[in-house]
C-alpha cells in the first residue's frame, strides 16, 4: 500500500502563488507517475499535470501549462506542484495520486490518492 499526504493549500488573491506538497509512504513507487488532479464544486475530477518518478517527464494540462510546475524529490518521497499566476478558476481541491505505470492523464488509472487540500483564488 501507498499513502498519499498533502499540504499546502490555502485561500490566496488572484495572481499569488501556491506550492502544494504530496509525501508518499509504503510501498516504493519506483518507475510509476505521480500526478496532480483537481476537482471544483459541481465539475468532475480534472487533471493538472504528471511526472515520472524515474526521469522526472512531465506532462500538463493545457490550462495551467505556462502557469504551474510539478517537480519530484526522489529522495523524500514527494512531489510538488508550483502554481503561480493563481486565478480564480484555479479554485478547487486538489488531489495527489500515484500509480505504477506510465504517465497518464486518466484519473482512473491512479491507484492510490491523498485526502485532498483546498485552494481558494479570490478575486
Known amino acids: 500500500q501507498v499513502q498519499l499526504v498533502e499540504s499546502g493549500g490555502g485561500l490566496v488573491q488572484v495572481g499569488d502563488s501556491l506550492r502544494l506538497s504530496c509525501a508518499a509512504s509504503?510501498?516504493?513507487?519506483?518507475?510509476?507517475?505521480g500526478g496532480w488532479f483537481r476537482q471544483a464544486p459541481g465539475k468532475e475530477r480534472e487533471f493538472v499535470a504528471g511526472?515520472?518518478?524515474?526521469?522526472?517527464?512531465?506532462y500538463y494540462a493545457d490550462s495551467v501549462k505556462g502557469r504551474f510546475t510539478i517537480s519530484r524529490d526522489n529522495s523524500k518521497n514527494t512531489v510538488y506542484l508550483q502554481m503561480n499566476s493563481l486565478k480564480p478558476e484555479d479554485t478547487a481541491i486538489y488531489y495527489c495520486?500515484?500509480?505504477?505505470?506510465?504517465?497518464?492523464?486518466?484519473?482512473?488509472?491512479?491507484?492510490?490518492w491523498g485526502q485532498g487540500t483546498q485552494v481558494t483564488v479570490s478575486s
Open positions: 511526472i515520472t518518478w524515474t526521469g522526472g517527464t512531465t
Open positions: 509504503g510501498r516504493s513507487l519506483s518507475n510509476g507517475a
Open positions: 495520486a500515484a500509480q505504477r505505470a506510465g504517465l497518464n492523464p486518466r484519473a482512473n488509472v491512479y491507484d492510490y
